[in-house]
């Protein structure tokens, strides 16, 4: 029972601090932000030729045409940015694993002549979401179409105002090729944020498995990454004969939530 505490607790504190890696400086709730805000700029862009097609003036419907342009030339700047982000994600928790793998020594702790404990080994890590949690970036009401168009196609929770997490909140025709990807993270409640934190591990969605020291591949997510989960062992010498057991351990954490205001 005391090995197998120690192990679980390693575990804990391994996972925390890859959560820390994922949303360190607020980048998962900037890039929802800036995500939102270009799909709302895309969409009164798009209203904005509409308009400008019923109007006596051509000068006026050419300039909606190229603000339209810039505005999804924006949209997919970002989409790339945030795949950046993800590709950085990915990278900073798999250094940061590989250098705690290489630092794993096997002199381990002899607590007793024939009982010999070795230090934790992590054996796989999966980056994903926490079941039910919604983004941290509202909708702005006063588009009213809009607004009625997210809560139709189940964009948006009616009672939060907030975005549901890990959606690609597609707009109507014929901008509905447009990528709009919007990340889980725990949202500001009342000026307070949400620190990194352990979480149920059935409530974990895997969405990439970024380490197993039995195989070189790893994969990344589609969305941000707001969670981690990570599985180890303690393996002990039980007597002179050098009988091995191996006590396993699993632990998830959320990453910090969302710095701003919904």
Known sequence: MSDQKRGQEQCEGIALNLAK????QNQIGQMNTM???CRE???LSRQAVLAAADSTTPAYSILANQLLEEAKESSLLVDKERHNQIDIAVANCRDSILTLCKAK???GYQILPWFFEDKLSIHQVWLGSIKGNLSNIGD?????DLHKFDLEHHYLEKVSNLYYGNINAKLPEPDAKLP???SALPARVENTDSPERLANSQAFMSAASIFDDQSPDFSKPEQ????VQVAGSIRIITDSK???LDIRSSSTANAPGALDNP
């Open 21 to 24: 890696y994922l949303n360190a």
């Open 35 to 37: 995500v939102e805000h």
């Open 41 to 43: 700029l895309v969409y």
């Open 105 to 107: 020594t096997n002199s």
């Open 140 to 144: 702005a009401p006063v588009i009213k």
């Open 180 to 182: 709009f990807y919007l």
């Open 224 to 227: 941000l990454p707001e969670a």
């Open 242 to 244: 050098g009988s091995a």
